[in-house]
């Protein structure tokens, strides 16, 4: 059974910094394109960032040139450092593969970025 575990949410003033975690179980994280998604109150889920079996990172619309992921392979888990956060970050935070999100999606970590 694949588990996938988000944290390291928390509550953060804008223009701080944060890094999530998704460690999994189950699964081999760097075998599969991963990707960090957000959710805000009446929004859809959406990616945020993602990163390629090759290492490759993508990062979608305010994320880019604010946030970084990475994979630790020998952790199993991927991250994502949030930089300059800004309060419409505000989400609940999921990890998944990417572009399709293929497993079943774990509880998140909620992200509160107060102005």
């Known amino acids: 059974q694949v588990l996938l575990v988000e944290s390291g949410g928390g509550l953060v003033q804008a223009g701080g910094s944060l890094r999530l975690s998704c460690a999994a179980s189950g699964m081999t994280l760097s075998l599969n394109d991963m990707g960090w998604y957000r959710q805000a109150p009446g929004n859809e889920r959406q990616l945020v960032a993602g990163?390629?079996?090759?290492?490759?990172?993508i990062y979608v619309g305010s994320a880019r040139g604010r946030f970084t992921i990475s994979r630790d392979n020998a952790e199993n888990t991927v991250y994502l450092q949030m930089d300059s956060l800004k309060p419409e970050d505000t989400a609940v935070y999921y990890c998944?593969?990417?572009?399709?999100?293929?497993?079943?999606w774990g509880q998140g970590t909620q992200l509160t970025v107060s102005s």
């Open positions: 998944n593969s990417f572009p399709q999100a293929r497993i079943t």
């Open positions: 990163i390629r079996r090759d290492g490759m990172q």
